[in-house]
Each structure stands twice: as structure tokens, then as C-alpha cells.
């Protein structure tokens, strides 16, 4: 079983819609959860951390994180065609200090 | 903001080169790491540092190694360098007092002939 599991899409949305990623964890004692956004040729980029049970907004995003289900998503509201990208879903136990990466979602936003 | 930046953008060798690819952070971060991101595969730890001197081996450490003897520089090292070592190399940086996050360089592209 991976670590960390994503629907590699990918997932087409059209503009101003709401985009909905997902990202199960397999590691009960996770504590840090991250997304990334990743543009074609580029590296990385955080976007959001959540620690606790719930819901986290910034901007047109929210992550949410339920640690019963081991599960964490990302939503993006009013999707822009500059949200294009893959997004990553990231884990971090807090043992070692590594972060376990899911293989990604692509998403489109269709203008 | 944080700045990570690595030596090389694109990078092309032959089989059997010895290959340092080096990463320098500037926020006096703990944590370093080195990826390498394939299609398909996604970002695979090769190697990370907690500490000066410091190294623990990641998912796929064979046929690398890696060095950090000041906080701010981890190099990974590709000993002899082989086709299958062909990929995009991602160093990234964090600190224990971020909650973890994770800060990456712009990535070097290593080919492999």
C-alpha cells in the first residue's frame, strides 16, 4: 500500500466551477498534510498545510482534513484557468522529518 | 521568502560520469532533502539531512550519495552515473518550526547518454 494515494485524473473542470482533489494517507500517526501545486516545468509550490481535523480556507482554496478516515482534500473555488496544474497531495509523519508524496492530479480549467 | 536554488537547470552526461548536482538554501533551515520526479512515478525521496554530517537514506537511495558538511549546502552525488538515473532532481528545505513545510529549488534536469 502507497503512503499516500491520489486519483492521477485527469480532472477537468470548467471555469468558476468548484474543483474537488483527493488524498488518502495510509500512516494513522501523520500529523502535517500538505498540497502542492506543480505548473508544467516547474517545481513545487506550497498552497496549503493543515494539522487538525476540519476545514482551512485561504483565498479560493480550503483543504480539509479528517484523520479518522485518513483522508485530506482540496477544494478551489471559481476555478481560474490559471489553477491549471497538478496538484500534490504531501504527508508528514513528523517521524524523521520525511514528507511521502502522492503521484499527483492533473487539473484542467476549461475557459 | 524562503530561496532554494540549485546548480544546475539542465545537466547532460554520459554513463560512468561521477555527477554532483548541489542544492543551498538561505533560511538556516534544518531539513533538507533531495527527490528525484518521474512521469508516473511522482516525487521519490532519494536522500535527506536533518543536521550538518547528518544523512538518512530515503525510498530509493542506490546509486547516490550525498554530503552536507555546512547547513545551508546538501549535494547529491551520483557516483557513476547510468541511463536509468535520467530524471528531474528536486531539492527542497524545511524547518521544524514551519509545521513542516516544504520549500523547493527550481530542479535540475539531469540526462543520462
Known amino acids: 500500500q502507497k503512503e499516500v494515494e491520489q486519483n492521477s485524473g485527469p480532472l477537468s473542470v470548467p471555469e468558476g466551477a468548484i474543483a474537488s482533489l483527493n488524498c488518502t494517507y495510509s500512516d494513522r500517526g501523520s500529523q502535517s498534510f500538505f498540497w502542492y501545486r506543480q505548473y508544467s516545468g516547474k517545481s513545487p509550490e506550497l498552497i496549503m498545510s493543515i494539522y487538525s481535523n476540519g476545514d482551512k480556507e485561504d483565498g479560493r482554496f480550503t483543504a480539509q482534513l479528517n484523520k479518522a478516515s485518513q483522508y485530506v482534500s482540496l477544494l478551489i473555488r471559481d476555478s481560474q484557468p490559471s489553477d491549471s496544474a497538478t496538484y500534490l497531495c504531501?504527508?508528514?509523519?513528523?517521524?524523521?522529518?520525511?514528507?511521502?508524496f502522492g503521484t499527483g492530479t492533473s487539473l484542467t480549467v476549461i475557459p | 521568502d524562503v530561496k532554494v536554488t540549485q546548480s544546475s537547470r539542465y545537466l547532460v552526461k554520459r554513463t560512468g560520469e561521477k555527477v554532483f548536482l548541489e542544492c543551498v538554501q538561505d533560511?538556516?533551515?534544518?531539513?533538507m532533502f533531495w527527490y528525484r520526479q518521474d512521469p508516473g512515478l511522482g516525487l521519490r525521496l532519494i536522500y535527506f539531512?536533518?543536521?550538518?554530517?547528518?544523512?538518512e537514506k530515503g525510498d530509493i537511495p542506490e546509486g547516490y550519495s550525498v554530503s552536507r558538511e555546512k547547513k545551508e549546502r546538501f549535494s547529491l552525488i551520483l557516483e557513476s552515473a547510468s541511463t536509468n538515473q535520467t530524471s528531474m532532481y528536486l531539492c527542497a528545505s524545511s524547518t521544524v518550526f514551519s509545521g513542516g513545510r516544504g520549500f523547493f529549488g527550481p530542479g535540475t534536469r539531469l540526462t543520462v547518454l
Open positions: 504531501a504527508v508528514n509523519r513528523n517521524t524523521g522529518n520525511q514528507f511521502y
Open positions: 533560511m538556516d533551515h534544518e531539513n
Open positions: 539531512s536533518y543536521d550538518v554530517k547528518m544523512k
